[in-house]
């Protein structure tokens, strides 16, 4: 069963850059494509970026587009999400998810990881 372990999170100024990780300790992590979504307080979780299980598909929210960039390293079993130009309106906890297909909207992912917390400060 997929488990999914996020890191990396935490405290930046505006304009700066963060990497968040995705680890899978039950080693299934091939098989799935991964899915990135944040929340911030009062909002609903919304969608940021996506891959395909082989990482040669990838695709943005606009609103993150040219600014973020997803990974991944099968052989490691991790995903990456690269944040650079961060924006305070960037502030949220962010998920990162598995599922079986490339999809945009939560319900989408079966399996997800435990959040890590991002924060902008202007």
């Known amino acids: 069963q997929v488990q999914l372990v996020e890191s990396g999170g935490g405290l930046v100024q505006a304009g700066g850059s963060l990497r968040l990780s995705c680890a899978d300790s039950?080693?299934?992590?091939?098989?799935?494509?991964i899915g990135w979504f944040r929340q911030a307080p009062g909002n609903e979780r919304e969608f940021v970026a996506q891959?395909?299980?082989?990482?040669?598909?990838?695709f943005y929210a606009d609103s993150v587009k040219g600014r973020f960039a997803t990974s991944r390293d099968n052989a490691k079993n991790t995903a990456y999400l690269h944040m650079s130009s961060l924006k305070p309106e960037d502030t949220a906890v962010y998920y990162c998810?598995?599922?079986?297909?490339?999809?945009?909207?939560?319900?989408?992912?079966?399996?997800w990881g435990q959040g890590t917390q991002v924060t902008v400060s202007s």
């Open positions: 891959i395909s299980w082989s990482g040669r598909s990838t």
């Open positions: 998810a598995a599922g079986e297909r490339d999809g945009r909207r939560p319900s989408e992912y079966a399996y």
């Open positions: 039950a080693r299934t992590f091939n098989r799935y494509a």
